[in-house]
Every structure is written in structure tokens, then in C-alpha cells.
């Protein structure tokens, strides 16, 4: 029988089983986000849908998890630990369920939205409950465990995608997920417990209200920007619609006794260090996940499967580093860690500034990888030592402002990348006699990448000037 556990007693609690029950849903979950992407292509034929609007699929899910993670850490007060989890589980299958079988573009991009709900709730429930069941000496191995789940699920759907594309048509991606998903449910529906007391703090409707208008706004925003331009009418109203908005929830969670999402997380320094080391690695990995499939394809000419292979290695290496990283953690706190991994990244941003159509894959491979191996030393480490120094009842508004700012400035790092590759390539198509020729269109795109890649390089310089003040919360 489950048990909810108080600050005293954790006696009753099993956190292995419990744990093994997040990392299987999370990895089929992760999985999920990234696996449609090598598809999009074929959808657009398939569903007669423009690039533009194909995009949403990815969009949506996006808005979705941005807009539900705020929300979570209101949600853990107030539902037990296996209401939500059970929640987030039905979610994904009706999700993979109705995308599956979607006979239109509409239906599809329904069943992403009901599949992003599901992980949107799996993920924050997943760190918080890691924080309680687990003793702060032994953070750092298991946040390993959740790093290697977490990186290894996106990196290898477009390649696992590409494969069932090939051989199959694109619903097998999603009716292969709902198995998985089924056994996830039923592991946890027998191990996994209650954790954390509920308090049903009063409900503040202004602060939902805020919240979704302030988060949903900026990733609308900025998610659309890159197809649609930042001088757009719609794309300016919503971010700064976004913006106004968080201002008001920020200074009304303030003035608020039982805030929605508390906001005196950020008094602690180790935790607003880590935070922002950890938006800064995010927008490096998501800006590089959408300017090397496009330079593999267009600027070196290989397939939509090659350019996923490509980049499997380095995911995989990033997923099983994290383990190796998570027990350094442990012995040695972040120090050691962070800094080199912000060095790290900064040398293979600053090669991967200077591909041209003639470098060979395997080069690609190795500076992928090598950039995984920096962001590996940064992601976790920063992740925990900044959760690591919050007092327990704040750890669901720490996880859930985590979650939500790794959204936020992966949507910004995303639509800055397209942003500058598509001013560099324009630029460059401008000094050449005749644009339309097909041999240009892949100089124009490799000019363009190698100038978003600055982007990369800046956050990574601003990581690295961060990571000089980092101490362990210890």
C-alpha cells in the first residue's frame, strides 16, 4: 500500500522501483518529442500541409510543455504522486493513440498536444520526487541515470524514425510508442508511491492565467519567428504580450502567500547560477540540433537517415558520460566539472563556426560528439547543485521554473539560429551572379550555418564566466 511520506519518514518509501518507473516512461516520453521530426517532410505530402504549417507539430508541443510545466508545481501539491504519474501516462497513450490513427493534419497536431500534456506532467513530477527520495550525497549518480534518459531519447528518435520511415509509413512511429507506453503504466501502477504531502495551497486563477499568457507568449513568439520574421504583427504582440505578462506573475507571486510558483528560489545563488547555466547549454544543444540535420542535408547533400546516424554518437556518448559525470559529481562537487565543460563547448563551436561543404562527416561526427561531451560536464552538474541548496518545500517550484526555462530558451535559442543562418545566407545569395543556381544553395546554406553558430560560441563564453562562481551547495 502507497504511503505519503512526511519530512521525517521516508522508511516506507522504495526508491529504486520508483525511479526505474520515471526513467522508462521518461525515456519513452523524450523519445516521442524528437521522433516525428525526420518525418515532417513526407506529412507535408502526405496531409497537404505547407512547411509552415508542418511545423506546428513541433511548435505545439513546445507551447504545450511551456505552458503546462509552470503549472506543475502547483499541480504536486495538490495530486499525489501516483495520481500524476498515472495522469501523464494516459495522456501519452490517448496522445500516440489519436496521432496514430490521425486522418488529417488537425487530428495530428491533437494527439501531439495530448502527447506533450503527458510528458509535460512526467518530467517536473520526476525531479521532484528524485530530490525527496534520495539523499543529497547520492543526487548526483541518479540525476546521471536521468541525464542518460534525457539525451539519449531525442538523439536516438530521428535516427529510429528515419529507419521506420524507410521501411514503414510514418503512423508505425507512433503505434511502436504505445506498447512501451502501456508497460510504463502498468510498472508504475505497481511500484510506484506516494512521496510528498499535499498542502492544496488556494488556487490563485490570475496566476494560471498569467502564467500560460507569459510563457505560452514568448515560446509562440519566438517559435514563429523564424518562418514568419521578427517584424511580423503576430510575432511582436506575442512576445510582448509574453513579456508583460511575467512581469505582472512575477510581482504578483511576490506579493502572494501561497504563490503559484514561488519565486524567492532565485534568493539562492547557486541555484540562479545553475539555472542559467542550464538555459545557455539548452539553447546551444537546441540551436545545433536544428542547424547540423540542415547543414548535413543541404550543405553536404546526405539523407534525412544519414544526417540522424550522424548524430547519434554524440547523443548516445552524452547520455553515457552522464552516469561517469553524475559520480564525479558526487566525490567532487560541480567545480571541476562545469568550467571544463563550458571550455569544451567553446572549442567545438568555435570548429563547428568553420564547416564548409568539403568537411567530411566524420569530422561533423567528432565535433558533435565532442560538443556533447562538454555539454554532458555542464547539464546535470548545474542542474543539481542548483536544486541541491533550495529548502525541501521549494523543490517543486525549483524543478518546475527548471523545466520551464529550458522550453523558454530553447524555443529563443532556436528561432535566434534560423534567424541569423537565414540573414548570413541571404547576404551571401546577394553577392552572387545567379542565386537560382542549384550548386549555390548549398555554399548559401553552409555561410549561413558557420554565422549561427556565433550564437552558440557567445553563450558559451557567457557559461564560462558563470561557472567561475559556482561553489558546491553541499
Avoid at 504522486?81 to 495522456?91: D, N
Avoid at 541525464?147 to 510514418?170: D, N, Q, R
Avoid at 544519414?306 to 553515457?320: E, K, Q, Y
Avoid at 541569423?420 to 543556381?437: G, R, T
Wanted: net charge neutral; hydrophobic share 55%; aromatic share 8%.
Amino acid at each position: 500500500m502507497s504511503t505519503i511520506a512526511s519530512e521525517q519518514d521516508l522508511s516506507a518509501i522504495r526508491p529504486v522501483p520508483i525511479l526505474i518507473s520515471f526513467l522508462i516512461a521518461g525515456f519513452i516520453g523524450l523519445f516521442s518529442e524528437t521522433a516525428l521530426n525526420m518525418a515532417l517532410g513526407r506529412l507535408m505530402i502526405e496531409l497537404d500541409v505547407s512547411s509552415a504549417t508542418v511545423q506546428w507539430l513541433t511548435t505545439g508541443y513546445l507551447l504545450t510543455m511551456g505552458i503546462l510545466i509552470p503549472v506543475s508545481a502547483l499541480l504536486i501539491q495538490w495530486f499525489s504522486t501516483r495520481q500524476l504519474f498515472v495522469a501523464s501516462l494516459l495522456f501519452s497513450i490517448l496522445g500516440a493513440i489519436v496521432s496514430g490513427m490521425a486522418p488529417t493534419f488537425g487530428v495530428l497536431l491533437l494527439g501531439r498536444v495530448i502527447q506533450a500534456i503527458g510528458t509535460g506532467l512526467l518530467i517536473p513530477l520526476m525531479f521532484n520526487t528524485v530530490l525527496i527520495i534520495f539523499p543529497i550525497q547520492k543526487r548526483g549518480t541518479v540525476m546521471g541515470l536521468i541525464g542518460l534518459v534525457m539525451m539519449s531519447a531525442p538523439a536516438i528518435g530521428p535516427a529510429t524514425s528515419g529507419l521506420i520511415i524507410e521501411v514503414l509509413s510514418w503512423n508505425w512511429i507512433l503505434w511502436l510508442l504505445i506498447p512501451f507506453l502501456v508497460f510504463s503504466l502498468v510498472y508504475g501502477l505497481i511500484f510506484m508511491q506516494n512521496v510528498s504531502p499535499l498542502s492544496k495551497p488556494k488556487i490563485d486563477v490570475l496566476s494560471i492565467v498569467l502564467s500560460t499568457l507569459g510563457f505560452g507568449g514568448i515560446v509562440y513568439g519566438f517559435s514563429i519567428a523564424g518562418d514568419k520574421g521578427w517584424s511580423n504583427l503576430l510575432v511582436l504582440s506575442a512576445i510582448f504580450i509574453g513579456l508583460m505578462s511575467l512581469v505582472i506573475f512575477s510581482l504578483r507571486q511576490l506579493k502572494l502567500e501561497s504563490p503559484m510558483l514561488d519565486l524567492r528560489v532565485f534568493k539562492y545563488p547557486m541555484f540562479s547560477l545553475g539555472i542559467f547555466c542550464v538555459a545557455a547549454t539548452f539553447m546551444i544543444i537546441l540551436s545545433t540540433m536544428i542547424l547540423l540535420p540542415l547543414y548535413l542535408q543541404i550543405g553536404l547533400g546526405v539523407t534525412a537517415l544519414a544526417a540522424g546516424l550522424v548524430l547519434m554518437p554524440g547523443g548516445a556518448l552524452n547520455g553515457i558520460l552522464s552516469l561517469v559525470v553524475g559520480r564525479v559529481f558526487d566525490a567532487f562537487g560541480p567545480k571541476w566539472l562545469i568550467t571544463p565543460g563550458f571550455i569544451i563547448m567553446l572549442v567545438m563551436l568555435w570548429n563547428l563556426s568553420n564547416v564548409t561543404t568539403a568537411t567530411s562527416t566524420l569530422m561533423v561526427i567528432l565535433l558533435h560528439s565532442g560538443l556533447m561531451v562538454g555539454v554532458s560536464l555542464v547539464m546535470m552538474p548545474a542542474q543539481t547543485n542548483g536544486l541541491n541548496q533550495l529548502p525541501r518545500h521549494l523543490y517543486p517550484d525549483g524543478t518546475a521554473l527548471i523545466n520551464t526555462l529550458m522550453q523558454v530558451s530553447g524555443s529563443i535559442g532556436t528561432a535566434l539560429a534560423i534567424t541569423i543562418m537565414s540573414a548570413s545566407q541571404n547576404s551571401y545569395l546577394s553577392q552572387v551572379a545567379d542565386p537560382s543556381d542549384l550548386a549555390v544553395a548549398s555554399t548559401s546554406l553552409t555561410a549561413g550555418v558557420q554565422t549561427a553558430f556565433i550564437l552558440g560560441i557567445s553563450l558559451a563564453v557567457s557559461g564560462l564566466i558563470a561557472s567561475f562562481f559556482i561553489k558546491s551547495s553541499r
